[in-house]
């Protein structure tokens, strides 16, 4: 071929014939699309402060003691919402159910002894019968000795605690008793990570410290040196808990928590069961919005007011006429027919709508 007949382009139409190549891909999955900016993980799981999700903060020192508890409150009205954490965990645990919950009742965060910001004389006593006993002690210097209704909620560890104390009847003013998934502390320790970002971003900073003689963070709670007790917290717990003669909700991640004990209760009606699918262990974590929405709608159900079970107008006459007739008489068998009525009538509301796994 003779190339003196070709002509050369212009270098101008060389580079827009170059740009108009680079303008045509080759196919639809050659271009790329623009990716968002998006965050640091600095950003993304940076702590956030529990003053978005709690009213204020306090802590509450017990008479005659070195103990001082750290508690977070929010809300204004309605029963006391009591929440006892897990092993490990913080009153931060229930941070994010908390900002939905206060809408409608009080709610109290308790870091237990040995967690969070409490402090205590010995922190490695961590056996059942003292943390009783730390509960019922912070709930007398918090309302002295006219306590609103309480709805006690306990998680893993906690639960236990929950359940121990209203077995024994610690609390006059008990309305109801709500357990999250109670299982023993091993489980609990080999079961995974909490699955919520916002509310590990809430709750893990106050777990841990910073140990400056090892030049990083540990954990603040010592559950290891604590082995001695585990056994005592859920020995014999779901006996205990059957025997709770107020209100009883037990949520849990999975069916297989249930024991024998606990199946015949269910099947038999003593206490409601809800199981939370796709969740981990710390339910009220990974799940807050429905985790919340469960203890209002127990409330609810339960007719539990600021000051205990509110009767219906229906019993309230019942009630007035009863205790006319008792008064003008003195009479047993009206007694207990108004013992009767009170007791049809709560068991109704336990008996309805009961979810079954």
Known sequence: MDSSNLTTLSEEETSGSEDQQQQQPVSAFASVPIRPPTQSSLQKYAPLDWSAYFDREDDIRIKDTENVFHVYMA????PVVFCLHGGGYSGLSFALAASIIKEKARVVAMDMRGHGKSSAENELDLSIETMCDDVVAVVKEMYGDSPPAIVL???????????????????????????????????????GSLRNVDSARVSIPATLK?????????????????????????????????????????????TDRLDRALTIGQMQGKFQMVVVRHTGHAIQEDVPEEFATLVLNFISRNRIGPHGVEMSNLAQEINTMNNDIYQDSAGHSSLKFESDVGKSNDDNLLHDEQPFP
Request: charged letters at 25%; a neutral charge; proline letters at 2%.
């Open 210 to 254: 910073y140990d400056d003689s090892k030049k990083c963070y540990t954990h603040r709670a010592r559950l290891v040196e604590t082995e001695q007790y585990w056994r005592g917290w859920y020995e014999g717990l779901s006996e205990k808990y059957l025997s709770c003669t107020a209100p009883k909700l037990l949520l849990l991640a999975g």
């Open 75 to 78: 809300g204004t009205e309605g």
């Open 153 to 191: 909620v306990g998680h893993s560890m906690g639960g236990s605690v929950a359940v121990h104390v209203a077995a024994k009847k610690s609390l006059p003013s008990l309305a109801g008793l709500i357990v999250v998934d109670v299982v023993e502390i091993e489980w609990s320790i080999k079961g």
